[in-house]
């Protein structure tokens, strides 16, 4: 290598070499992390251990960039001052400093880890307030945690010392340099994003390269956490009760049913984008979109009072398959909380022998559905890239409903029963464009009505192959829809009608409980209402309550715009943290217009009381990582 290339390439290599010695401490933070906590990550073998470390090095990689990044671009902007004492006098204070804060705050919580069995993210820090008095006992018990920061405080200074490279006699070319310069940067910028997929590194990308949703917190680490949810909105917690009342009130964990339905069928779970109740006949007295979900509808075991938990697909999906309600503005897989451990409908029944698989026939990263569905317990997800066939694409979102139903049934016909299959449907929405032969079979329906009608065609078609299948006569369908769509009708313009989406349960075999019709469903309730009809006999936990449960009472919960609602079969509460804001009578009254919170002072106190105790749990349980009951 000549003088003037080695003058060229000198900072960089230099910093590569700094940035180098940082990634190894890293790994060593995480090894020591594992050999404290061994015992709460399932037993596994070499290989598979072997293999997150190797992932993990994405993961800390993009928190190494992220906590040097003012050193980075000291090393890479081409000034003549990176050769004065001075500036790298600044530069070794940038590199010791950062990172050594950094390897602290990696320390720190392997201490802190089994309170939460998660990685530390910015709002526990708030916590700590109240836990000043501990610092002591924990110093104690984990001596040696900050033995290790101290060390390797120390070994980074003086690794620091012996990556100091000697310049080269011959000076850099400037236009070189500045020609490096974007180059190099945009390879960092790479870096940082951990690649060149459609969203940039998260902690909850971690759900997609590990065998068991335990092992998340060894893949990534606390820095990237910490940095991560610093972008993110907090829950405070609320003290609307005792831990005793709240416990008597509400609880999330649930019990094995006493008489659970005990069944090893297949379960179904057909999601519709944007399908609100307002497109079918069957809950209208107009013939809607739909003829043949109503015909589905009229052998099915459903409410007439049934609703989404909020009102945009990332908040649907996880109402669904983890039973947890909208009740914060960020979804939970873009939430400071994304990583916290969920009892998904997949994770429950995998556990008891069922094949899960989530199929949606979106592009690759579509609103994060994939990563989430490792977190809920999927084992396979199914999407455009798994098709491979883009001429069935609809040159917006991905694939067309019908071919990919039909796609969706052949891969069923593969597994083997018991299997949980969750299906995504992707037509009915904006812009609404269906297959051209569609389009030309009805030219002038509206471009709404045509792609639910197009999507209710793609269900008959699916239904009419899966019924030559062998797995079809012993699986329970189970319909919802994500959240409604466009609204035409003025009574689903309301704060009730634009929750109001069709929740059915239909069996090939008939549906004994049809004409014992629960009092409400929303979504989070189809997660123990599942559980209940295949008899799970473990703990878990979910803020739904069984369908097949119509003794308890049944309630639907919302957040929008900073107001919480909540609903019964004939009332609706809206509460702003504080106060009730409004009571009405929603059936007799569906517009809204008569606010009822003085006149009816008992139902005012008694879905004021339950709204409340949602809430306190609901946030009690997302700061605490308590969302799961294992």
């Known amino acids: ?11 960089l290599k230099e910093l590569l070499l700094r940035l180098g010695l940082i990634l190894i401490l890293f790994s060593g933070c995480r090894l020591l992390f594992y050999g404290v906590h061994q015992s709460f990550f399932p037993t596994s073998d070499t290989a598979t251990l072997l293999g997150i470390f190797l992932q993990a090095i994405r993961f800390d990689i993009t928190a190494i960039i992220y906590v040097n990044a003012l050193l980075i671009l000291s090393y890479l ?10 500036y790298q006098s600044v530069q070794r204070f940038l590199f010791v400093g950062f990172n050594s804060l950094a390897i602290l705050v990696e320390c720190i919580d392997i201490g802190f880890f089994e309170f939460a069995f ?76 951990g690649g060149f997929q459609l969203r940039p590194l998260m902690p909850i990308t971690a759900a997609q390269y590990v065998p068991d949703m335990r092992f998340i917190p060894l893949m990534t680490n606390t820095t990237l956490g910490l940095i991560f949810s610093t972008q993110q909105r907090h829950l405070k917690r609320k003290t609307y009760f005792s831990t005793e ?11 094995p049913h006493r008489d659970s339905l005990q069944r090893k069928d297949n379960i179904m779970l057909i999601v519709l984008e944007s399908f609100g109740k307002e497109y079918t006949g069957f809950f209208n007295d107009y013939a809607g979109s739909t003829p043949f979900l109503d015909s589905l509808l009229s052998e099915s075991y459903y409410s007439d009072f049934s609703y989404a938990n909020g ?18 503005d960020d979804p939970l897989m873009f939430s400071a909380y994304q990583s916290n451990r969920v009892d998904g409908i997949a994770g429950l029944l995998k556990k008891k022998g069922y094949q899960t698989a989530f199929f949606h026939g979106a592009n690759e990263g579509s609103m994060e559905f ?13 999407d455009r890239r798994d098709y491979n066939n883009d001429e069935d694409y609809d040159g917006n979102w991905g694939i067309w409903d019908d071919p990919f139903f039909q796609y969706t049934a052949t891969q069923l016909n593969t597994f083997e029963p018991p299997f949980f299959a969750q299906l995504f449907s992707l037509t009915s929405h904006h812009p609404y464009k269906v297959e051209q032969w569609f389009a030309e079979k009805y030219p002038d329906e509206e471009d709404l009505y045509r792609s639910v009608q197009y999507t209710d065609y793609a269900l008959r078609h699916f239904f009419e192959t899966a019924s030559k299948m062998p797995w079809f006569e012993n699986t329970l369908f189970v319909f919802t829809a994500d959240h409604v769509g466009l609204s035409k009708q003025a009574s689903y313009k309301t704060k009730v009608g634009k929750y109001k989406i069709p929740i059915f349960f239909y069996h090939p075999k008939g549906f004994t409980w049809k004409d014992n019709a629960p009092q409400l469903i929303q979504q989070s309730d189809l997660l123990p209402s599942i559980m209940d009809y295949v008899g799970y006999d473990e703990p878990y936990a979910s803020f739904g309550t069984s369908v097949f449960d119509t003794l308890a009472p049944h309630y639907a919960y919302m957040l929008a715009e900073g107001i919480y609602q909540i609903l ?14 409004g009571l009405y009578q929603y059936q007799n009254d569906p517009l809204l217009k008569e606010n009822l919170k003085e ?15 949602v809430i306190q749990r609901h946030h009690q349980a997302m700061i605490e990582n308590q969302l799961s009951g294992r």
């Open 1 to 11: 290598m000549n003088d003037k290339y080695r003058a060229n390439l000198h900072y």
């Open 77 to 86: 902007i081409p000034t003549p001052w990176r050769a004065k004492k001075w």
């Open 118 to 193: 998660r990685r530390t993210i910015w709002s526990d820090l708030a916590l700590f307030r109240n836990t000043i008095h501990l610092i002591p006992k924990y110093i104690v018990e984990y001596w040696y945690l900050l033995l290790v920061v101290f060390i390797m405080s120390g070994l980074m200074y003086w690794l620091y010392q012996k990556t100091t490279l000697r310049l080269p006699a011959t000076p850099a070319t400037p236009w070189v340099q500045w020609l490096l310069f974007p180059i190099v940067l945009a390879s960092f910028v790479i870096l940082l994003r």
């Open 245 to 255: 009342e709240l416990d008597q009130i509400f609880t999330i964990q649930k019990a």
């Open 311 to 328: 009102l945009r697909s990332t908040q649907g999906i996880v109402a669904i398959s983890a039973g947890i309600p909208g009740l914060m």
């Open 370 to 382: 994939e990563r989430f569905s490792k977190v809920a317990g999927f084992q396979d997800y199914f």
């Open 568 to 581: 019964d079969q004939e009332y609706i509460l809206f509460f702003d943290e504080f106060e009730t804001v």
């Open 599 to 613: 006149e009816l002072p008992m139902v005012k106190v008694r879905l004021e009381k339950q709204i409340k105790a």
